[in-house]
């Protein structure tokens, strides 16, 4: 969620990784309907859960990840394929 976890999937994938909620994931950055519109958009394709604070924007958001789209454990991440929702 929060910037300090983006950064280091970054680092480590070399792709490029959008902090939901900016440094420590408790920011409401971007909001829920921006997020929409970037998963419509094919803008983005996967949502990493967890890592950040108990901010409004990214406990939104991940509610809203977790009832359209189905979890995947890869590692110890769970993370969701925003390209196939279930709903």
């Known amino acids: 969620m929060g910037s300090q976890g983006a ?3 970054m680092l480590g994938t070399g792709t490029a990784v959008m902090a939901v909620g900016g440094y420590t994931g408790s920011d409401p950055s ?22 950040g604070g108990p901010g409004r924007g990214n406990s939104e958001i991940t509610q809203w990840v977790q009832q359209h789209f189905a979890a995947q454990t890869i590692g110890s991440r769970t993370v969701y394929d925003l390209t196939k929702p279930t709903s």
Do not use: C, D, K, R
Not at 30 to 51: D, R, S
């Open 30 to 51: 971007p909001t829920l309907a921006q997020f929409h519109t970037y998963v419509a958009n094919g803008e983005i394709h996967y949502f990493v859960a967890g890592g």
């Open 7 to 9: 950064s280091s999937m």
